[in-house]
């Protein structure tokens, strides 16, 4: 269609955040890119200027990488998240926290919820060998990852905490140097030097926590994350489809038990007992229990078939 003009949307990180729990619910086999983190691994840095353009740029990223998904970018999530006035996105926000996909009703997204969900049922399918390769390889990523995260954000704080002590000192040898006659001047050039080398250190702070390895870092962890959903939501379908095996299993033993006590009924039936128990017999008689039990099972034939084509769908996206 043809391109409308530029318009402007304000949008808070909140709101970032429901636009990607959307697109994980609705997309469940998709690998949804993660945000940036939300605070700053720095004392006292969540506000500052540096910061919040760290967290802007990854918050563009995210669009950008959302925008250029063959499914993601098509969800009429997005289009309401980048053309809905503040009102507007409001409401819908509300009106989405009511209803939830199918998977939200039967896995919270998270891996505890799974795992609660997993002692439910007792026989595990084997996975085809791709999926537990790609099993393999989430939990060793998801592993080399936060190690490597947590060491990095470690090391940036002592670099920080540095700073901070040689911020201290500086202004202390600058004093000092007030009360000193001979070692005045070599004290002066003592705290200049100081503060440059502080200097130095928080550049080099900001630029590894800014534009260096954390945002990598982080972004790789989001993504392990990811990962590592989109395998429990393909599980949690699996786990429905075995259910809905289960139901329809029952369902039709019911109604075979139910066919296989027919002929003894039926001779009951024609001699009709008298007194207090023919009354109970005829109470409790149900002329449609046939179609009742044949109604039952035609369901569970039908949660069977919906059940397995989303089990199978998200192990082909996957």
Known sequence: RPLEPDFLVRRRYRDFVWLRDQLCL??????VPPLPPVDSPLKDDRFSARFIAQRRAGL???LRRVARHGALSRSKELRTFLEAKVWELTTVKNASTSTSSWYARIFAGTEASFRALQRSFVARVP???EIESLRAFA???TSVVSLAAARHDDSVRTLRDMCADLGQLGPSLDLLAQTEGELSLPLMHFATALDRVRELHEAHVQAEHVSGLSARLAF???TAASLREVLANRDAALIAYQRAAAALDGR???RQRWQAQQPALGAAAAAPRAGVLGHLGALFHDPKRGDKMAAKVADAERELATASARWKSASESI
């Open 220 to 222: 790789n962890s989001g």
């Open 26 to 31: 609705g997309y469940p086999a998709a690998i």
């Open 127 to 129: 996975d085809e060998e």
């Open 139 to 141: 939990r060793e990523y």
């Open 60 to 62: 563009e990223l995210f």
């Open 252 to 254: 039709s033993a019911d």
